[in-house]
């Protein structure tokens, strides 16, 4: 099955632990993203990468790391920088060969709680 | 003004009828426009896009662009109540760009 996966579902931390969150594809997409959603509120961009070894900021990208070793996998780490890190966290993913049209396919999501 | 606006709802239609969500973009230069459907705490999940002024049509659903007012429109037709959900519009602003900006959603209640 081809898709994108998310792990874990749901996540629960301290404060001031950080935490990596799991974000693998096999669709062969070149280009992966981060998006946080906090309730009633749209999806705002973390990161995103276009290509292995290369990642650019997206609108709140303060208090989050990313690494893109792999075309098939990018972990995002929530550090203690965050102030509010509770959220729902969404990884997508988008083929960038027809430079017209990027519709992005999303993975399950990780629900992460910090107390 | 936000960079992609929509009513956040929530908005009622009963069943069988048209359910009509609207939204608007600020980039007169924005290229392609998506809907997005996420039921309640799930993922989006890509409805369609479009990106030509027009209509598209896939199956119930039919997207709506014109560039001149700046406005994407969904219809979907014969709604059901499986249809409830919160319905997101993204918008790619620059041709070459992959990067999409939502709106915040409206939430879409299909009465029986």
């Known amino acids: 099955d081809g898709g994108i996966t998310q792990s874990p579902k749901y996540l629960f931390r301290k404060e001031g632990q950080n935490v990596t969150l799991s974000c693998e594809q096999n669709?062969?997409?070149?280009?992966m993203y981060w998006y946080r959603q906090d309730p009633g509120q749209g999806l705002r961009l973390i990161y995103y990468s276009q290509i292995v070894n290369d990642f650019q900021k997206g609108d709140i990208a303060e208090g989050y790391s990313v690494s893109r070793e792999k075309k098939e996998s990018f972990p995002l780490t929530v550090t203690s920088a965050q102030k509010n890190p509770t959220a729902f966290y969404l990884c997508a993913s988008s083929s960038i060969l027809d430079r017209a049209i990027h519709e992005q396919y999303f993975g399950p999501g990780t629900r992460l709680t910090v107390t | 003004q936000k960079e992609v606006e929509q009513n956040s709802g929530p908005l009622s239609v009963p069943e069988g009828a048209i359910a009509s969500l609207n939204c608007t973009y600020s980039?007169?230069?924005?290229?392609?426009f998506f809907w997005y459907r996420q039921y309640s705490g799930k993922s989006p999940e890509l409805i369609m896009f479009?990106?030509?002024?027009g209509d598209k049509e896939d199956g119930r659903f039919t997207a709506q662009l014109n560039k001149a007012s700046q406005y994407v429109s969904l219809l979907i037709r014969d709604s059901q109540p499986s249809d409830s959900a919160t319905y997101l519009c993204?918008?790619?602003?620059?041709?070459?760009?992959?990067?999409?900006?939502f709106g915040t959603g409206t939430r879409l209640t299909i009465i029986p």
């Open positions: 479009i990106y030509s002024n």
């Open positions: 669709l062969n997409h070149d280009a």
């Open positions: 980039d007169r230069g924005s290229q392609s």
């Open positions: 993204a918008v790619n602003k620059h041709f070459g760009n992959e990067k999409l900006t």
